[in-house]
């Protein structure tokens, strides 16, 4: 009876808004550790003798995405949080020796992704990182008609404070003892946050495939995204960045030219199993060319998954010889990391 009084009254007396500096002090040092496990034991202990309300608050003060995790992990609905003020004096030491302002403080995405890189590698768990590994054949249709075999890895770190994913996709086939596909596309980009819908991101992407109307070309561009929309079962993000783009063509050589680049990513969570995400992009340039692409993903445990992808590419000034407009579909057996 006494202790249940005793907190009553602490809520009575407390701040109508955000939580008092030790609490704070504390959901800071949590958050900066990086970790999920972590950080959502750290919001279960205080919701013993803080509202939900209160402690969402204090979360959205650290940032919006962690806001997010918390009013997640509370139940509460997933809606903007508007920051508490700031405390006068937040003066709590962390085991590594600095104070929580300190603690709070987020790395630029290309000094954290290495060093989250090195711990996935070293622990072989992170709650914000996740790894595939893909195994499938490929159909072409348009320039070319053939079954390839493809290969890929993907690596991505959830957007929370910064985030990071780069794929790595392999295609090959033989046709009457003669090469029918040698193909490599890489792909990264690394985004971090700038506001509660606004994000920054640098992008590039490397493609091979001698066997097409270009030798290989590249694209690298820095620019600045939008997310339109965040629900729990659909996210679409807008991003535009200017940049330069390489080619190296059969018949024309190598050539560097200014381009930019637009892109759409919507995510829609069919069910608990089933995921469709789908990408269109136009790279504007003097060699322009557009693509659509879905992916559908059906989970077949907690670690495999069924891919089912379709690419759709038109090139506006396609070389002498190939049409303008190619597709394929591919479907591949999915192991998560």
Known sequence: MILPALAASALALSPAEGLEPPYQALLTAAAAEDDIAIFTNAVTVLALTRSAERIAAGAARISHSHGVIARRILGLPVAPVT?????????????????????????????????????LITRAHSELWTGKVRLGVRADSGDTERLDYTLGLDAERELVGWGFETSAIYSYSETDD????????????????????????????????????????????????????????????????????????????????????????????????????????????????????????????????????????????????????????????????
């Open 83 to 119: 920051p508490a003020p700031e405390p006068a004096v937040i003066a709590v030491e962390t085991d590594a020796g600095l104070d929580a302002a300190q603690a709070s403080k987020i790395d630029p995405f290309w000094i954290a992704a290495p060093a989250s890189a090195v711990e």
């Open 178 to 337: 003669n090469v029918g596909r040698d193909e490599l596309i890489v792909k990264a980009r690394g985004e971090r946050e700038a506001g509660e819908r606004w994000t920054l991101f640098a992008n590039t992407e490397w493609e091979r495939d001698q066997l097409s109307g270009f030798d290989w070309t590249g694209f690298l561009g820095v620019g600045a995204g939008y997310r339109a929309l965040q629900r729990d079962a659909v996210e679409w993000t807008l991003r535009a960045a200017p940049g330069l783009r390489y080619i190296s063509e059969v018949d024309n050589g190598e050539y560097l030219e200014g381009a930019f680049d637009l892109l759409s990513d919507m995510e829609l969570q069919l069910s608990d199993t089933m995921r469709l995400e789908s990408e269109t992009r136009l790279l504007a340039s003097n060699s322009a060319r557009a693509d659509q692409l879905f992916r559908l993903n059906t989970d077949l445990g907690d670690l495999w998954s069924l891919e089912v992808r379709y690419r759709y590419r038109y090139e506006f000034d396609p070389e002498p010889g190939f049409e303008a407009g190619d597709s394929r579909t591919d479907l591949a057996l999915i192991r998560e990391f």
